[in-house]
């Protein structure tokens, strides 16, 4: 590479860069995530990026499949880059399970990727946000799921939310009676688009796809229907699925997980019992949620989960239950953004010191360090510039204070403190570790 | 694939899970790391794990080339994943210093992969912590590089360290005066080896692969003997280069740094001006640091970096010049590991409340909701299995406390709170808003 000729700086198609102003609240998201999940006694795990193909291909479904980064790498061996942390987490589980005992209660934030294609305005590297609890049916686990959901939206401030809740087996419960079960997979997969694509296009794939009749469609179609509190959907599915065994399971644990999240404090009309809430994923088998934000309800769901019978049952004979739900993430925050809760900041320090007498660095340096060891973040300019330039520079990055101090305040033994978002000033007087400062700055930063 | 027939759960040579026990003092590092660099104003940001071949290759040496994870995606474009933050920080800073603006600090903690051979018992993925100061040439960041290192160590509580600094215009300086200049890569390669193979190996390297002559080599390995207080130090190495303009400008910026340091608060021993540490690294123009644990000498630099001249040259014609160090996070839990450092414990959460009377789950979720309200972490045991089994899994995941309440508790309206490090316990009488729960708890966890 000769040096006259400079290589383009670029990312690729579907990739791209985090700058601070979205990486800071990015962290502060993944932060609260894993506080919340901590507080339920969830501990953190991580797996690798790259695990051997056989491990990834065919756990997906087919679309993972054909979206997996695959490539041989330099010893030969087949290769995949992941593409959830569900099929890391069932292979982690067979390894380690020994050693980890059950139940077991994990969270694992970390990057997936998949070559989706980028027309679709999708990102091919994303951070997935998961928790779940394995070894249990405990339905003390369901309703969990339930109350860690409410938690982590309460802790982001976005208590305008619901959870909706349904249980596969009373769908299964349904399909039974209505004599659909074998075409269980294909009649979900429709209901699951009831919201998208509406009640007449759903009862047509039923019937064309899943080869029911106008009748099966219709009694289906019946069960999403039906609407009300809590109370009313519980008394409404009883009625329908009450000769089904199964449908009277699944009944039982839906009662159980509203009750339960209520005494738990979850506010009782936050978790909403859905019937059309079929989630598309296979594996559930127990209790779906999904969660959706009041305001923005078209963005779809923003955490969704379930519980599935048999996390790693192509590793390992011992059966492995669980539960469990994924934050979206980069939804979320995209939302976030659109309802005006950002803040538009670049820098995590919020207090400035201009560095514009030259011979003071070692003051500026000081005065700084007394600040940190009070907790309170200082960013100290490294060029002795104009100090306008500087305040510019302070503006921009979204610090909220500034501490002036030129020739005249070093031999008054004063400090200007300036809040940048109003532009009012106030002298205050130095004292030998600076508490007096400490406390004016507090008290600005509250 | 059949369903009898299991996939054997396993990862790739050179790659690991990090099971909780392992993943929470890494987290807790990393969280350290960040924290620090925040109160300096070092701004998050991230970059694509995958980037064009082009972007990657040739720039961290052959080495790196040869180390790298390469590959052609699905549609048809060289891609390769990062094999260290540095270059994809060239390049986001090429790409994007019109909106970032100069000067510009930001951190990055990501995860990087690089195929070693794994006989020598190095991992292929591992983390990278780094902190740079983009686009200044003052010495301010110079110092402010080793005040952040320091603080780094001392918030780890690992205050036994010291930072070893130098400057590549010194050694500049007097390779200049001993004739040397032309071969300065290879003599600064030589010398850096020199606490590992010693002084006859490195004046034997010198003589033969930098065509120097005994004499030479000699003069150099001089300058790398001198030994003393920074004051000495700076003295000796005064009388070394004073006829070089590059040799005293690099001593004028050691006298600086260890004086700015100090009045930052950098106790004065805790920086070693120490001529012999050159760091391999050819795009280090300035400063060079590197830090070592007292007690643990042997396991190398646990954080490192120096100043380089221009950054981004391959991508853009803009001069970026830059300041920055790097925290070795896996070498640093190894050793913290090895100084009895790290607890063995499984669970963020310290309270654990087990479930064993069946029918008060709802008691137990309240109780816990209680708890979290006040900031404490707790786990409600999912299963009414046998007391005794419920406290063995407590310990065994290093939960402090137990909160046991059977019917007599219940009916008096009082808790057993057990602390599981002594054995001994104490009843609470339980208020409607759990603080006098809340208050004994906090006493235990002090």
Request: aromatic content about 6%.
């Given at each position: 590479m000769s040096k006259s000729s400079l290589i383009q700086p670029r990312t690729l198609r579907g990739f791209r860069d985090y700058l601070p102003d979205a990486m800071m609240p990015r962290e502060q998201l993944i932060d609260t995530a894993r506080q919340v999940y901590r507080s339920y006694g969830f501990s953190p795990i991580d797996t690798p990026a790259?695990?051997?193909e056989e491990i990834l291909a065919g756990k997906g479904g087919d679309e993972s499949d054909k979206l997996m980064y695959r490539f041989e790498d330099g010893g030969g061996r087949s290769v995949g880059m992941r593409f959830d942390l569900t099929v890391p987490l069932a292979r982690f589980a067979a390894q380690h399970v020994a050693q980890l005992g059950v139940p077991w209660k994990r969270y694992q934030i970390a990057t997936v990727w998949r070559a989706e294609k980028s027309q679709r305005g999708r990102y091919r590297e994303f951070m997935q946000c998961d928790f779940d609890t394995i070894g249990t049916r405990s339905l003390a686990a369901d309703i969990e799921t339930a109350v860690v959901i409410h938690d982590l939206f309460s802790t982001l401030k976005l208590s305008d939310i619901h959870i909706h809740i349904n249980h596969r087996q009373v769908l299964t419960g349904l399909l039974e009676q209505v004599g659909l079960l074998d075409q269980s997979v294909v009649v979900l997969r429709a209901i699951d688009k009831l919201a998208k694509i509406g009640h007449e296009k759903v009862a047509e794939e039923i019937e064309?796809?899943?080869?029911?009749s106008a009748q099966q469609a219709k009694e289906v179609l019946q069960l999403c229907n039906i609407s009300g509190t809590n109370d009313e959907m519980l008394r409404q599915v009883e009625a329908l699925v009450v000769s089904s065994e199964t449908g009277m399971e699944g009944l039982h644990a839906l009662r159980q997980i509203v009750a339960g999240a209520s005494a738990a404090?979850?506010?009782?009309?936050?978790i909403k019992i859905d019937v059309?809430?079929?989630?598309?994923?296979?594996?559930?088998?127990g209790t779906v949620y999904e969660t959706f934000l009041d305001q923005l309800p078209?963005?779809?769901?923003?955490c969704s989960g379930g519980r599935y019978d048999n996390l790693a049952k192509l590793f390992t004979h011992q059966e492995l239950p669980g539960i469990g739900a994924s934050l979206g993430l980069d939804r979320l925050l995209a939302a976030m953004e659109e309802l005006g809760m950002?803040?538009?900041?670049?820098?995590?320090?919020?207090v400035f010191i201009p560095?514009?007498?030259?011979?003071?660095l070692h003051e500026y340096l000081q005065l700084a360090t007394q600040l940190r060891a009070a907790g309170i973040g200082v960013e100290v300019f490294p060029e002795p510039k104009k100090l306008g330039q500087q305040l510019k520079y302070a503006d921009r990055r979204g610090f909220r204070i500034a501490l002036i101090m030129g020739d005249q305040e070093f031999s008054d033994g004063t400090c200007q403190v300036k809040?940048?978002?109003?532009?009012s000033s106030e002298e205050i007087g130095l004292d030998p570790d600076a508490s007096n400062l400490v406390s004016a700055v507090r008290q600005l930063l509250v």
């Amino acid at each position: 590479m000769s040096k006259s000729s400079l290589i383009q700086p670029r990312t690729l198609r579907g990739f791209r860069d985090y700058l601070p102003d979205a990486m800071m609240p990015r962290e502060q998201l993944i932060d609260t995530a894993r506080q919340v999940y901590r507080s339920y006694g969830f501990s953190p795990i991580d797996t690798p990026a790259l695990e051997y193909e056989e491990i990834l291909a065919g756990k997906g479904g087919d679309e993972s499949d054909k979206l997996m980064y695959r490539f041989e790498d330099g010893g030969g061996r087949s290769v995949g880059m992941r593409f959830d942390l569900t099929v890391p987490l069932a292979r982690f589980a067979a390894q380690h399970v020994a050693q980890l005992g059950v139940p077991w209660k994990r969270y694992q934030i970390a990057t997936v990727w998949r070559a989706e294609k980028s027309q679709r305005g999708r990102y091919r590297e994303f951070m997935q946000c998961d928790f779940d609890t394995i070894g249990t049916r405990s339905l003390a686990a369901d309703i969990e799921t339930a109350v860690v959901i409410h938690d982590l939206f309460s802790t982001l401030k976005l208590s305008d939310i619901h959870i909706h809740i349904n249980h596969r087996q009373v769908l299964t419960g349904l399909l039974e009676q209505v004599g659909l079960l074998d075409q269980s997979v294909v009649v979900l997969r429709a209901i699951d688009k009831l919201a998208k694509i509406g009640h007449e296009k759903v009862a047509e794939e039923i019937e064309t796809v899943g080869g029911a009749s106008a009748q099966q469609a219709k009694e289906v179609l019946q069960l999403c229907n039906i609407s009300g509190t809590n109370d009313e959907m519980l008394r409404q599915v009883e009625a329908l699925v009450v000769s089904s065994e199964t449908g009277m399971e699944g009944l039982h644990a839906l009662r159980q997980i509203v009750a339960g999240a209520s005494a738990a404090g979850v506010p009782q009309d936050k978790i909403k019992i859905d019937v059309a809430t079929a989630r598309g994923l296979d594996y559930y088998t127990g209790t779906v949620y999904e969660t959706f934000l009041d305001q923005l309800p078209n963005i779809g769901s923003v955490c969704s989960g379930g519980r599935y019978d048999n996390l790693a049952k192509l590793f390992t004979h011992q059966e492995l239950p669980g539960i469990g739900a994924s934050l979206g993430l980069d939804r979320l925050l995209a939302a976030m953004e659109e309802l005006g809760m950002i803040e538009k900041v670049s820098t995590p320090a919020q207090v400035f010191i201009p560095f514009f007498e030259k011979s003071r660095l070692h003051e500026y340096l000081q005065l700084a360090t007394q600040l940190r060891a009070a907790g309170i973040g200082v960013e100290v300019f490294p060029e002795p510039k104009k100090l306008g330039q500087q305040l510019k520079y302070a503006d921009r990055r979204g610090f909220r204070i500034a501490l002036i101090m030129g020739d005249q305040e070093f031999s008054d033994g004063t400090c200007q403190v300036k809040n940048l978002s109003t532009g009012s000033s106030e002298e205050i007087g130095l004292d030998p570790d600076a508490s007096n400062l400490v406390s004016a700055v507090r008290q600005l930063l509250v």
